[in-house]
């Protein structure tokens, strides 16, 4: 985690099943709406993420104001079906929220 004056930087790892890349990449070009909306909501912006083709691990990368309930995400309803929707595409937790490692950061230029 890095932190500038107006955002913190957060990077984490998360991990793709086998023959799904397209679809992933359909489902993400086709985000909900009120999704869009609860992430602005929780302070996230300026978020990507990067796919390694040869071992299919995600690399995503967000910036997140201070003062936002980013804590409270998880709880919400359009988050918990947004996990349920790509279960099938993740490794993910028992309660469908996708498997994240945290990648700490060694380098940043500005």
Do not use: C
Not at 77 to 89: E, K, N, T
């Amino acid at each position: 985690m890095t932190t500038s004056s107006d955002s913190e930087i957060l990077a984490f790892k998360m991990q793709l099943k086998p023959g799904v890349v397209d679809e992933y990449k359909r489902r993400h070009d086709e985000l909900w709406p009120e999704l869009a909306q609860a992430l602005r909501d929780a302070g996230i912006h300026d978020y990507s993420i990067f796919l390694d083709e040869q071992t299919l691990s995600l690399f995503a990368v967000l910036r997140r104001k201070p003062g936002f309930p980013f804590d409270d995400l998880p709880k919400q309803p359009v988050m918990r079906r947004w996990w349920d929707y790509m279960a099938p595409l993740m490794e993910v937790e028992p309660d469908n929220k996708p498997r994240q490692w945290a990648l700490p950061s060694v380098f940043h230029f500005d």
